[in-house]
């Protein structure tokens, strides 16, 4: 009788491991989230992390007329000190920690610069898709996509 409830707490006891297991990675998942700011001359995109666990980027990948790229400056034909930009490949990881962000692309327009110069930072940015890989402390790999179309959503068309 003893070696059977000897049995029976051993296999309670697994089964509880297993549950506050599957219990603490549930509970410790990172949500990412990419934001788009467009405010008084100040345009960002930032990824961030809206979850109650870490959220460890593996890469970053830019899509613009169906091409793949590690790096958004390699989308854009702007002047590379006119925005601030970080890159994520296998070499340079980040971790964004819960309820914090990282910020991708950051162009701040000084009040005297013209609209012309913001549509065209807009413009640049339009046709561009970003998709964030990352994992969780689990090894759980995950990804969160979106376009920047949103951009362009105050342009004036033109009626043809």
């Not at 009788?1 to 309670?12: C, E, F, P, Q, R």
């Not at 297993?18 to 990172?30: D, G």
């Not at 979850?51 to 400056?73: H, N």
């Not at 970080?86 to 962000?101: A, C, D, G, Q, Y």
């Amino acid at each position: 009788m003893t070696v059977v409830i000897s049995v029976l707490a051993l296999i309670g006891l697994f089964w509880q491991v297993y549950l506050q297991r599957t219990h603490n990675e549930k509970s410790l998942k990172p949500l990412g989230q990419i934001d788009l700011e467009d405010r008084q001359g100040h345009i960002y995109v930032r990824v961030t992390n809206n979850g109650l666990g870490p959220m460890i980027i593996d890469r970053l990948i830019f899509q613009k007329d169906d091409k793949a790229y590690t790096s958004i400056e390699d989308c854009l034909e702007l002047d590379s000190r006119s925005y601030t930009r970080i890159s994520v490949n296998e070499s340079v990881r980040k971790v964004i920690l819960p309820t914090s962000f990282l910020t991708i692309f950051d162009a701040s327009l000084a009040p005297q610069e013209s609209e012309e110069a913001l549509n065209r930072v807009r413009d640049q940015l339009n046709p561009i898709t970003l998709k964030v890989e990352f994992h969780d402390i689990y090894d759980n790999k995950m990804a969160v996509e979106r376009g920047f179309q949103w951009f362009s959503r105050h342009e004036i068309k033109e009626a043809m």
